[in-house]
């Protein structure tokens, strides 16, 4: 899918600052520093589109860029070790239930995780509850070039073990690699939502 605009389009931190939706939506699930902005500035060709920051936490509520009009992407907050008070995160994780639980428009989430890592308790989570919402999902795992190939290969291999029989894709962000793969799996998603 070749994107020609794709811009800033709104941000809640409160379910009622959540807009109409306009067009199908995927969400982007993930740890404060998985690299979900740099993914999605990669998918989008966009360099500055979503703000990329060495301080995990910077994204606070849900995050909407328009793609061409034709697709959302909505960036969720970050979990884990972001430096946010617990009142703050647990705000965070009230609304991202309620988008997920409420969203008609959403067609399906991404959960980032480092391949370095491979999924946490916080990811285990987040699919056990897209499962009970009968929402579709794909695992994406992100920074494969920070690894040799050799232990790239392993590291798959460990992993495709730890998430079975679940569907996972590999990105680099900084390559470009995955990407292509990752727009096929949204545009199959799209158009399960179309046709449902």
């Known amino acids: 899918m070749k994107i020609s605009q794709a811009e800033f389009w709104a941000a809640a931190s409160s379910e009622r600052e959540i807009p109409a939706a306009r067009c199908p939506e995927i969400a982007v699930a ?75 428009a959403l067609a399906g989430v991404l959960i980032l995780i480092d391949v370095r890592r491979g999924p946490q308790e916080e990811e285990r989570m987040l699919a056990a509850y897209l499962e009970a919402q009968e929402l579709p999902f794909v695992w994406i795992l992100t920074k494969c070039d920070k690894l040799k190939r050799s232990a790239l290969h392993a590291r798959l291999g460990e992993i495709a073990d730890e998430l079975a029989p679940a569907e996972f894709l590999t990105t680099s962000s900084r390559t470009g690699a995955g990407v292509a793969e990752l727009w096929r799996w949204l545009e199959k998603a799209m158009s399960r939502r179309e046709a449902g």
Do not use: H
């Open 30 to 104: 993930g740890r404060s520093n998985v690299g979900k902005s740099s993914l999605i500035n990669r998918m989008t060709g966009r360099k500055r589109l979503a703000r990329t920051s060495s301080t995990p936490g910077c994204t606070r509520g849900l995050i909407f860029y328009s793609l061409d009009e034709r697709l959302t992407l909505v960036d969720l907050p970050g979990y884990g070790w972001a430096k946010r008070s617990m009142d703050e995160r647990a705000g965070w994780k009230r609304l991202v239930e309620r988008y997920l639980e409420k969203r008609q």
